[in-house]
Each structure stands twice: as structure tokens, then as C-alpha cells.
């Protein structure tokens, strides 16, 4: 490997929010993070979340056909639906690393295990980092052995936030409280992901924790009902990582009253379910709001689509697109570049029906730009951080949105520097 200069901390992104949420105690459950120094110095880079008794959970992993020794891990764990502990380290992927890295993974699952007195199988491992490096794991042990002996709190949001993360500005969490009939419960949430940002999902880890008594099956509908609408709704740079992790963990320390809720459409779900979503998209809209050398964070609305599917597709065409990124990154209102980006989806649309709309100024219609159309106010709105970009191709009444940044001269920087 080449070497490099040492890479400098990164600048806190501009449309970071202003500040951590204060997070609530999920009752049941213990975190907390250290330093192995296996990659990175002076900082945290290992997380241990440890449950007081066999938890329910539910989770979603990344599409990729070149899945981490860790995403293997969780798939094989995920239909037993239940957990103890969950290991997160920062710094390297363990991807692609064969059956040395299968190895590695169960040497952390089983170290963590062996110190909170569990099984193995009930330890979930996510690792995020770079692809293709060997894991050391007797000092990411040695820290979770430390960890479990008197290094964990009720409380340690933050400082977990921070330790799983790798190009990442700042630490990403959220935190909501909702009503499962007359029990009040508490909902948190953390994530990493700043590159390698594409839905199915994209190098993103998020992890839910509630104190909600609700089985397994009842989280399994609840992530997928709400993936769509959040983490697969957001792209940075159209690359899905070998290591996307989504998991909802449930400890049940909070007792619903009544019968056991046994389907999302239990109505005393309702207030939950629209808090998990608002969580999820909080998360989803933070990683966009970090993406590698992001200024702007941009929505594109698409209607008119023959199925929403259809509309997802000429959507994340658009997201996508280099000369869309880049002309928004150069506050140029290019509105050409969104009738190409979506045209080269091949999704069906009517071009003479058209329309386009950058913010709230109607750009084209019927298939042409509109009459007297005056761009200097479109230019003073692209100089804004948050820009806005709806397209209706005509066609049907399929709707879709999706979440990205710009692409500026920053993210070659941070890419080019990302294994020194």
C-alpha cells in the first residue's frame, strides 16, 4: 500500500445538526465504547451494548453478493430472533477477507460472549471500515472484556455514537418516546454512514433500542414497512456497501397492558410506528446531511410515474447523477442536466408533459421551459443548503422522494486519503 500523509480530522459538515440529542435510559440495556487503537488513536472505536435478558430483535442487511464476515454473521442470527450483546468496531470492514475473517468475526462474537456470561449466538457483530484487511482481534477483545467489566452505563449515547463511525463528521443519533396503549416507552437511536451511500442499503450501521415489549415478528414487519421511506430512500454516491446493517432491538422491560401485540396492525401500535418512522428518516436525512464533502442536501420529489416503483427509479436517476451533484455543488441552476438524469432511467414518461420545479420556481412545462422563465432568483435559491428538485414526467400517479448531497471537490479528497 502506498503510503500517504497522515490524514487530517475532518471539518464538521455544514449541514450538520447543531447538536446530540439528550437520550433517554432503555431500561434493559447497558452500552458503552473504548479504545483498541487497532486503527485509529485517541478516540473511541469499538462499541458494546449488552442486554439484561434474551431480547427480541429484527433487522435488515445489505444486498451486496459481497457481504462482511459480520452481515453473514447477523443473517444467520436474525431468524432465532434473539439477543444479548451487540459488537460494533470501527475501522475495518471485514469484508472480503475470506475464512479468516469468519474466524475473526466469531473471535469477537465469542470474546464478547465470554465476558457478559452468554452464548456466542446470541451476540450480533457489525464492523465497518476498510474492505479487504485482515481483523486483529485480541485488542478489540481485550477492550470489550474491559467494557463488560465496569465499562458500561445506561447513558453513554454519545460517546457510542462516536466510536462507530469512520469518515463521519459527527456523531449521529435520535430519540423519541411514543404510547403502546397506556405504557409510555422510549425509542433511541444511533447511526454512522458519511460514504459508500446507496440504498439496499448503503456503509451505514444504524442501530434502533426500545423498551417495548413487542416480539420479534412485530419488529421484522416494522423495519420493513419503514426501510423504504429511510435508509433506501437516500443516496450519496450510488455505492452500497458490503456492510450495511439495520437492527431494531427490543427488550421488552416495559409490559404492554392487555393481549400481547402480535401484528403492525395492533391499534395500540400506532403512536410507535409513527415514531420508529420519524426515527428513521431523522437517521437516514443525518447520514445524507454527512455525506463526504456534502454542502448542499438536496430532496427530488418525482410524480407522475406510472407506479411508485417507477418513480423510486427516475428518482435515484436523478440523486445520482455526477452533473446534477456537481451543478448543484456549483449553485448552478441546470435544470437540462435533471430532464437527462431522469430521461436515462428508461422509465416510462411523457416528455411533452413534463414538469420541473427547482424550490418553489416552476422551470418547465409541458415539455419545454417555461415563458419569461427568469433564472436569477433560481440561482439565489441554489445558494442555499437545503435545495429542493420536483419532477412530474407525465405518465401515471406513482410518487417517490429521495434524500442526497452534492458532489464536491472534498469527497475526491477524503476518498483518495481514506487508507492512510
Known amino acids: 500500500?502506498?503510503?500517504?500523509?497522515?490524514?487530517?480530522?475532518?471539518?464538521?459538515?455544514?449541514?450538520?445538526?447543531?447538536?446530540?440529542?439528550?437520550?433517554?435510559?432503555?431500561?434493559?440495556?447497558?452500552?458503552?465504547?473504548?479504545?483498541?487503537?487497532?486503527?485509529?488513536?485517541?478516540?473511541?472505536?469499538?462499541?458494546?451494548?449488552?442486554?439484561?435478558?434474551?431480547?427480541?430483535?429484527?433487522?435488515?442487511?445489505?444486498?451486496?453478493?459481497?457481504?462482511?464476515?459480520?452481515?453473514?454473521?447477523?443473517?444467520?442470527?436474525?431468524?432465532?430472533?434473539?439477543?444479548?450483546?451487540?459488537?460494533?468496531?470501527?475501522?475495518?470492514?471485514?469484508?472480503?477477507?475470506?475464512?479468516?475473517?469468519?474466524?475473526?468475526?466469531y473471535q469477537l462474537a465469542a470474546g464478547a460472549a465470554k465476558a457478559l456470561n452468554v452464548l456466542p449466538e446470541e451476540v450480533f457483530v457489525a464492523s465497518t471500515g476498510v474492505i479487504g484487511e485482515d481483523l486483529k482481534t485480541p485488542a478489540l477483545i481485550k477492550t470489550l472484556s474491559g467494557l463488560a467489566d465496569g465499562g458500561l452505563s445506561p447513558t453513554a449515547w454519545k460517546k457510542c455514537a462516536g466510536a462507530i463511525i469512520t469518515t463521519d463528521t459527527f456523531p449521529k443519533g435520535v430519540t423519541r418516546t411514543a404510547k403502546i396503549g397506556s405504557v409510555e416507552v422510549n425509542l433511541n437511536g444511533i447511526a454512522k454512514g458519511s460514504g459508500m451511500i446507496a440504498p439496499d442499503m448503503a456503509t451505514m450501521l444504524a442501530f434502533f433500542f426500545t423498551d417495548a415489549d413487542l416480539p420479534p415478528s412485530v419488529l421484522r414487519q416494522l423495519v420493513n414497512d419503514n426501510l423504504p421511506s429511510s435508509f433506501n430512500a437516500i443516496t450519496v454516491d450510488s455505492d452500497t456497501s458490503t456492510s450495511d446493517t439495520v437492527l431494531l432491538?427490543?427488550?421488552?422491560?416495559?409490559?404492554?397492558?392487555?393481549?400481547?401485540?402480535?401484528?403492525?396492525?395492533?391499534?395500540?401500535?400506532?403512536?410507535?410506528?409513527?415514531?420508529?418512522?420519524?426515527?428513521?428518516?431523522?437517521?437516514?436525512?443525518?447520514?445524507?446531511?454527512?455525506g463526504e464533502g456534502a454542502t448542499k442536501f438536496i430532496t427530488v420529489n418525482v410524480s407522475g410515474a406510472a407506479d411508485d416503483a417507477s418513480a423510486r427509479l427516475i428518482a435515484l436517476s436523478i440523486a445520482n447523477s455526477p452533473l446534477v451533484k456537481t451543478a448543484i455543488a456549483g449553485e448552478d441552476p441546470n435544470w437540462g442536466r435533471v430532464v437527462m438524469a431522469g430521461g436515462k432511467s428508461g422509465e416510462p414518461a411523457d416528455r411533452d408533459k413534463l414538469k420541473v420545479k427547482i424550490g418553489t420556481f416552476n422551470i418547465a412545462k409541458n415539455g419545454r421551459v417555461i415563458a419569461n422563465y427568469d433564472e436569477r432568483p433560481v440561482a439565489k435559491y441554489m445558494r442555499g443548503r437545503e435545495i429542493v428538485i420536483s419532477v412530474d414526467v407525465g405518465i401515471g400517479k406513482g410518487v417517490a422522494k429521495v434524500w442526497t448531497s452534492d458532489l464536491t471537490h472534498d469527497y475526491i479528497s477524503i476518498n483518495a486519503d481514506y487508507r492512510s
Open 1 to 105: 500500500m502506498l503510503k500517504k500523509s497522515p490524514q487530517k480530522s475532518p471539518q464538521k459538515s455544514p449541514l450538520a445538526p447543531k447538536s446530540f440529542p439528550k437520550m433517554p435510559v432503555i431500561d434493559g440495556l447497558w452500552l458503552g465504547a473504548g479504545e483498541s487503537g487497532t486503527k485509529y488513536k485517541g478516540r473511541p472505536d469499538v462499541m458494546l451494548v449488552a442486554v439484561e435478558k434474551k431480547s427480541a430483535i429484527a433487522g435488515a442487511l445489505t444486498k451486496s453478493s459481497m457481504p462482511s464476515a459480520a452481515v453473514e454473521w447477523c443473517r444467520s442470527l436474525l431468524p432465532k430472533g434473539g439477543i444479548r450483546a451487540l459488537v460494533v468496531n470501527a475501522g475495518n470492514a471485514n469484508a472480503f477477507t475470506g475464512k479468516t475473517g469468519d474466524k475473526a468475526n
Open 249 to 290: 432491538i427490543a427488550t421488552g422491560a416495559r409490559k404492554i397492558s392487555g393481549k400481547p401485540i402480535r401484528s403492525i396492525k395492533d391499534t395500540r401500535l400506532k403512536g410507535f410506528t409513527k415514531a420508529l418512522k420519524e426515527a428513521m428518516q431523522d437517521l437516514a436525512q443525518q447520514i445524507v446531511r454527512d
